[in-house]
């Protein structure tokens, strides 16, 4: 009994208790506020706030608390920056910059008159309240991505906007930090633009180079891969603090510098980002419950006041800055409302900033207080309001019918054939960025074993191989099914099992340069194209595809008449967009209005250039336009339909020849 009073004697020293009580609150809280439609993280925050020191004082703030409570607050600052399409703010940059301003300049332009004359709090604390009221964090972008409005134009101004807010408040808490030491001087301002520019210039031009070099060599080393971008996130923050700003600068340009290199549906950001949800981030938020002190605001009226005038000021500028964005740009009532939605959250900067002000002495245990109040409502009032505008804007622009009639898409399939698993890890990450993300089916893997008397011992190694390589090599949110199948011969058995599963794509590997390839050219691909209906795309990948800087795409004359148009162009697209990469289209006036009409319709903002291309030949036999970085797309057609040429014979073979040391696709559409 001595022994178990001492372990549970207050507050809670063994380190066993603490981390398992941690896991269990990050385990429960979010659960039990998800069934009342309240976002976890304001469950995260209220159990840091009833275990901590003014709480029942089961945990305190200590070292162990205080590295996973830095580490949480640079992981979120780091996914922040890795989370944002880079395609969207490039696509809308002047509205987004447009309404960046109207979020940063409208919020501190009443939040700092409330804090200095209303609250009569100093300067440089209300100077640094009135930033954090022009912060705001995507928490309910889910809600648009899950009702199909991600696409509209308000949508992708808001998370423009948001690069351009919260990196304009973080460089100006570097500036109130600096001279609320008494640092603030020519000598300062000169300091800090130098190191910024070095800082800079080390995480946009060394670092992706770096980054590239590492991720070629270290191709096979999935977890290396993992803790080389945590070593570039942590040595960020330190190289922006001897830059003389927070570490949490450091830790978001760390995720704009890696955010080209690591597609949003990649394994390496599935892991990355599940490590933050599932522990660090989490630790962070209940360790910033912790801080919190609710008796604080039942000691008097000033507290209840302070909190209630920071929630106005937030709620107030964040809707008047959607009011001026709606009028600027002619928006509908809906879409400022759904930008209203999206912005009005504030939760991860707000943190930090709060936090950073906090221990720097400049902000006071109110404005901390009322600052947790502020998160837990506007997180509640953004997830409603976003919900109620998305639906509206679905109603409104008639996105409901397109909806509707792309829920086929949900039943998409694609299909890899795998003759050895040293070709299959690139073609399964090309899978994986292509698919379509409401598909209910997994991606599957084939493998054909020849029908002899080894058939039954053969098909079980096959699989086992094949489950054990997708067991180690993959972390994704996309399920992956093996099918090991017999057949006398493997284009047949790929064909038939195909049309088994219904799959509505093919990828294959490039045929193997031997001496007989026109024999397997002229055969098996055959076989394969004239017995399946399917889009099938042909690769071979010289490098990691986030590595890629272009997409050049090849189009014959006649192709956008082609039945499986839509299909390989909606891949392409993504497939830019994954990799944050632009488009250049080499094709014909026709094809060029085909392809623009098509993106339009889909509201696709991928940056794109077209080339006039009056004979695809030409491309084909001598495509001096490529070069070892780019992906190259090579788009034919099936022998008999509207776009075939003479010259799409042994297509593969004429490609191997022309194009030496580059990533490559043949598409059949």
Same mark, same amino acid.
């Given at each position: ?37 309240? $976002? ?25 608390? %205080? ?42 332009? *009443? ?41 509209? $134009?308000?949508?992708?101004?808001? @998370?423009?906007?948001?690069?351009? /807010?919260?990196?304009?408040?973080? @460089? ?94 990649? @394994? ?13 981030? $989490? ?46 740009? &002619? ?43 502020? *998160?837990?409502?506007? +997180? ?23 909806? #509707? ?19 299959? %890890? ?27 008397? %080894? ?7 096959? #699989?086992? /191989? ?29 064909? #038939? ?41 042909? +690769? ?6 986030? &590595? ?29 967009? %994954? ?7 080499? +094709?014909?006036?026709? /094809? ?29 036999? &001598? ?8 992906? +190259? ?12 040429? #003479? ?21 059949? $559409?």
């Amino acid at each position: 009994m001595d022994d178990i009073s001492e372990s549970f004697r207050l507050p809670w020293q063994n380190p066993v208790l603490i981390f398992s009580l941690i896991l269990f609150i990050i385990l429960i809280a979010p659960t039990v506020l998800n069934r009342l439609k309240i $976002p976890g993280i304001i469950g995260l925050i209220i159990s840091g706030a009833i275990i901590g020191p003014h709480g029942f004082n089961l945990l305190e703030k200590g070292l162990f608390t %205080e590295v996973f409570s830095t580490v949480g607050l640079l992981y979120i600052m780091f996914i922040a920056g890795l989370e944002l399409d880079m395609n969207e703010f490039k696509a809308h940059r002047n509205r987004s910059i447009t309404f960046g301003f109207f979020s940063f300049a409208i919020p501190l332009g *009443i939040g700092f008159p409330v804090c200095y004359f209303l609250l009569d709090y100093d300067f440089y604390a209300s100077l640094l309240t009135a930033s954090m009221f022009a912060t705001h964090t995507l928490v309910t972008y889910p809600i648009v991505s899950r009702l199909r409005v991600s696409n509209n $134009p308000a949508v992708a101004v808001t @998370v423009g906007g948001t690069i351009l /807010t919260d990196t304009a408040v973080l @460089v100006l808490l570097a500036v109130i930090v600096g001279a609320h030491k008494g640092s603030l001087s020519l000598e300062f301002w000169i300091r800090l633009i130098l190191s910024l520019a070095i800082f800079m210039g080390i995480m946009f031009y060394i670092v992706p180079k770096i980054t590239k070099w590492f991720f070629k060599k270290m191709a096979s080393e999935k977890y290396a891969h993992f803790i080389f971008v945590l070593s570039m996130v942590f040595l960020a923050a330190f190289l922006a603090q001897l830059a003389g700003v927070e570490a949490i600068i450091g830790a978001f340009v760390a995720g704009l510098a890696l955010n080209p290199l690591i597609p949003n549906s990649s @394994v390496l950001f599935n892991r990355i980002e599940f490590i933050g949800n599932a522990l660090f981030i $989490p630790f962070f938020l209940i360790s910033v419950g912790m801080l919190v002190d609710v008796s604080v605001l039942f000691n008097g009226t000033w507290a209840l006041i302070v909190a209630g005038a920071l929630i106005v000021v937030a709620i107030s500028g964040k809707w008047l800055a959607s009011f001026l964005t709606q009028k600027v740009f &002619n928006y509908s009532k809906s879409e400022r409302q759904l930008i209203f939605g999206l912005s009005n959250a504030h939760a991860a900067a707000t943190l930090a900033i709060i936090l950073v002000g906090y221990r720097e002495g400049i902000l006071d245990i109110n404005i901390l207080n009322g600052t947790i109040v502020l *998160i837990l409502v506007t +997180c509640v009032v953004a997830s409603f309001a976003t919900e109620r505008a998305a639906k509206k804007v679905l109603i409104s622009t008639g996105q409901a019918d397109e909806v #509707r009639s792309s829920e086929t898409n949900a039943a998409e399939r694609l299909l890899i054939p795998i003759i050895n698993t040293a070709n299959m %890890e690139r073609a399964l990450e090309f899978a994986v960025l292509i698919k379509e993300k409401r598909s209910t089916f997994p991606i599957s893997i084939l493998t054909v074993v020849p029908n002899n008397t %080894e058939a039954e011992n053969n098909i079980a190694t096959a #699989r086992r /191989t094949l489950e054990d390589f997708v067991y180690e090599t993959t972390a994704l949110e996309s399920s992956v099914e093996v099918i090991a199948t017999i057949d006398h011969n493997a284009s047949s058995g790929i064909a #038939r099992v195909a049309k088994e599963i219904m799959s509505n794509i093919i990828i294959l590997g490039w045929p193997r340069k031997t001496g007989f390839m026109d024999k397997i050219v002229g055969g098996k691909m055959d076989i394969i194209l004239g017995g399946t209906g399917k889009t099938i795309f042909i +690769c071979h990948f010289e490098q990691p595809l986030p &590595n890629h800087q272009r997409l050049v795409v090849a189009v014959p004359a006649l192709g956008e008449l082609e039945s499986g148009f839509s299909i390989w162009l909606l891949k392409m697209a993504q497939l830019s967009q %994954e990799l944050t990469t632009p488009i250049h289209y080499y +094709c014909n006036e026709n /094809t060029q209005k085909g392809i623009l009409k098509f993106l339009k319709s889909r509201r696709i903002n991928n940056k794109s250039t077209f080339h006039d291309l009056s004979h695809w030949e030409s491309f084909v036999e &001598n495509p001096h336009k490529t070069g070892p970085q780019d992906l +190259c797309v090579i788009v034919a057609a099936r022998d008999g339909s509207v776009s075939y040429t #003479r010259t799409m014979e042994n297509l593969a073979v004429k490609i191997d020849t022309a194009i030496k040391a580059t990533s490559k696709i043949i598409v059949y $559409p």
